[in-house]
């Protein structure tokens, strides 16, 4: 493989082209342009090699044949490329994700778990089993059942009793990984829905049920003025350990939050919480810039793929790349955690036993 330095092309770039020339088409060509513009951020090979090799773009996902002709000539003659607008700044590429890990080999080796993942109680498309299975796979020792509270309709939110009744369904997967010899663990979460003051959506007491909480915003995401004061609120709420996706943004969508980050992580630190850095490629989130303000300031990191299926998991590999090229050390990552660590961790913040990490 090419290595980027003499890459006339990256896809990061390619990328970028696609969302430009997006801005000027007519529909249809403007919607393939765009979704081939976010799908680049998941092709498995550089596509300037590929044409080295003479082979078709339209293996890649997004490219047909009118795409493969456009992005051909680009490589050919690379146009200049201008800086990408916030709205596409900071999202790595798989070909990218790989590469920084390839030099960290350990890091994949070494990853205990994902800490957000969607089955079909809410609007996942599979099992509690099908993502332990899965897990197995990948050779973890826990993941985490985060699926939506009950205040997002959209996305088929449980409420109370589901919640409960797929605490019973977590805990028979439990018993028969056990009785098969398999070391995975399967943990109890929710994606708890927080509504801009900071507050959940579900009764105190069934979060209490569970082994882990994660707390994400879903509402008032295009607010321009300054969003501090929500995400120290959410911190606060003594029901979450984990604020997932915190920015709320999504490639060439929305922008999501602005916040005074540096205060927003400090008191991550302070409380012993953590923040998410959420794989799924367009969400990213916290991006590379951000995470460099939470490797200041010494927080913890929660690394979650928010797969909707079992092949999504593969989605780790941006999570880690991105906490790697941001600096976070090792300790810092929830992810690096033994299962018993990570539970005590919940357990000692649930108790109010919360110790200054600095
Ligand atoms: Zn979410």
């Known amino acids: ?20 020339a997006a801005e000027n088409a007519k529909m249809p060509l403007q919607k393939a342009l765009r979704r081939a513009s976010r799908k680049a951020l998941m092709w498995p090979e550089e596509a300037s090699v ?15 044949p009118s795409l493969n002709k456009m992005i051909r000539r680009w490589i050919d003659d690379p146009p200049e490329i201008p800086t990408p607008p916030e709205i596409r700044a900071y999202f790595l590429t798989l070909t990218e994700a790989r590469a920084a890990l390839a030099k960290q080999p350990a890091w ?23 993502m332990a299975q899965a897990a197995a796979e990948r050779g973890y020792e826990f993941i985490a059942i985060t699926d939506h509270s009950k205040g997002l309709k959209i996305a088929g939110g449980i409420n109370e009793k589901q919640l409960q009744q797929q605490g019973e369904e977590v805990a028979a997967v439990n018993a028969s990984l056990r009785s098969a010899g398999q070391s995975v663990r399967v943990l109890r979460s929710v994606e708890l829905n927080l509504d801009p003051g900071g507050n959940g959506d579900m009764d105190s007491e069934s979060l209490k049920s569970l082994d882990l909480v994660l707390g994400c915003f879903h509402s008032a995401l295009r ?4 969003q501090t004061d929500r995400y120290l609120a959410a911190l606060r709420n003594p029901d979450i350990q984990i604020l997932g996706h915190p920015r709320g943004r999504i490639y060439n969508f929305r922008l999501g939050l602005t916040a005074d980050w540096s205060q927003v992580f400090d008191l991550v630190a302070e409380l012993d919480k953590a923040v998410e850095i959420d794989a799924y490629p367009d969400r990213q989130d916290l991006s590379l810039d951000l995470l460099k303000l939470a490797k200041k300031s010494g927080c913890r990191i929660s690394l979650g793929t928010d797969s909707h299926d079992p092949p999504q998991m593969r989605f780790m590999e941006y999570a880690l790349a991105a906490a790697l090229l941001a600096g976070i050390k090792r300790d810092r990552i929830l992810n690096f955690m033994s299962c018993d660590e990570l539970l005590n961790w919940a357990a000692n913040l649930r108790h109010g036993d919360a110790r200054h990490s600095n």
């Open 223 to 226: 607010k321009k003025e300054d």
């Open 108 to 130: 994949s080796a070494d990853v205990k778990g994902d800490l957000q993942m969607h089955t079909q109680w809410s609007d996942g498309s599979g099992s509690v089993e099908d």
């Open 1 to 20: 493989m090419t290595s980027s330095g003499t890459n006339p092309l990256p896809n990061s770039s390619i990328s970028e082209l696609l969302a430009l």
């Open 50 to 64: 590929m044409v080295q090799e003479d082979r078709s773009l339209t293996e890649l996902p997004g490219v047909g």
